[in-house]
C-alpha cells in the first residue's frame, strides 16, 4: 500500500510548490515514524525534491533496497524496546541507508515511547539542511 501512495505524496507536493507562498524553489524534507517510516523511505528513495529526512520505528528488512537509493541526509530514530520493530532489524534497515550523512537516535522504552526531545532535535535536523525562514 505504500507505494501506492508516493504518487499521491508527489501530487500533493507539485500542488504546494505551485503556491505563491511556497514556490518550487524551496527545500523539502519529510518526517515519518512508524508506517509514516515506511512510507517515506519509498518515497524519500524516488523523490528529488526532497533534500532532508526524519525516518524511524522501522525494521522492515524488505526495505533496504530502496534505503539503499536514499543518499540525503537521515536523522532515524529507534526505540530499544519496540516490540513491532527488533532492534537488529532496526539496525539492518538503517546500515543499509545510501546516506554519508545519518544519525541514529536510540533511545529506550516502546513503540510509543519516544521522547519529546526527539521533536526539538528533528526541528534542529531539519534548521540545518533545509534552512530557517528568513535565514540567508
Known sequence: ????????????????????????????????????GEMGIRLVATEPRITAAVLGLIGSEWLTDDAARITIPVEFVLQLDDEGSPRDSVMKLFDA????????????????????????????????????????
Not at 501530487?11 to 509514516?36: F, H
Not at 537516535?105 to 534548521?127: C, K, L, M, Q, T
Open 97 to 136: 541507508l545510501g546516506s554519508t550523512e545519518k544519525t541514529l537516535h536510540a533511545n529506550p522504552g516502546s513503540h510509543y515511547r519516544v521522547p519529546s526531545f526527539e521533536i526539538d532535535s528533528s526541528v534542529r535536523f531539519f534548521a540545518r539542511h533545509l534552512g530557517t525562514a528568513g535565514s540567508s
Open 1 to 36: 500500500m505504500a507505494s501506492q501512495l508516493v504518487p499521491d505524496w508527489q501530487t500533493t507536493l507539485d500542488a504546494l510548490q505551485k503556491l505563491d507562498s511556497v514556490g518550487d524553489d524551496q527545500p523539502v524534507g519529510y518526517y515519518g515514524l512508524s508506517q509514516g
